[in-house]
């Protein structure tokens, strides 16, 4: 089993940055691929971006330029610095973690950290 404790949320407002961490433990050697989603209010829940092991990135449209995925294998951890935030972006977003490969790994969630982009 994995578990993921997302922290780093909280109040910033537009333009200005914040990183949001998330650690993992558990079965962490199994892990392969990680990710940050996030959910707004009365929205679904949607993939921001992903890193895999060998390091190769992907965005969703909406935070390219803006926000940047990395990750340290020491720690086991994986981190989402946001620069540039909107009011848009306020959401809780959700650390997640993929047990295996993708064809029958686990996915396992992170409780979320809130993040509010306001004036």
């Known amino acids: 089993q994995v578990q993921l404790v997302e922290s780093g949320g909280g109040l910033v407002q537009p333009g200005g940055s914040l990183s949001v961490s998330c650690a993992a433990s558990g079965s962490i050697f199994s892990i392969s691929d990680m990710g940050w989603y996030r959910q707004a209010p009365g929205q679904q829940r949607e993939l921001v971006a992903t890193i895999t092991l060998g390091h190769t990135t992907t965005y969703a449209d909406s935070v390219k330029g803006r926000f940047t995925i990395s990750r340290d294998y020491a720690k086991n951890s994986v981190y989402l610095q946001m620069n540039s935030l909107k009011p848009e972006d306020t959401a809780v977003y959700y650390c997640?973690?993929?047990?295996?490969?993708?064809?029958?790994?686990?996915?396992?969630w992170g409780k979320g950290t809130l993040v509010t982009v306001s004036s």
């Open positions: 997640n973690a993929l047990q295996g490969d993708h064809y029958y790994g686990i996915t396992y």
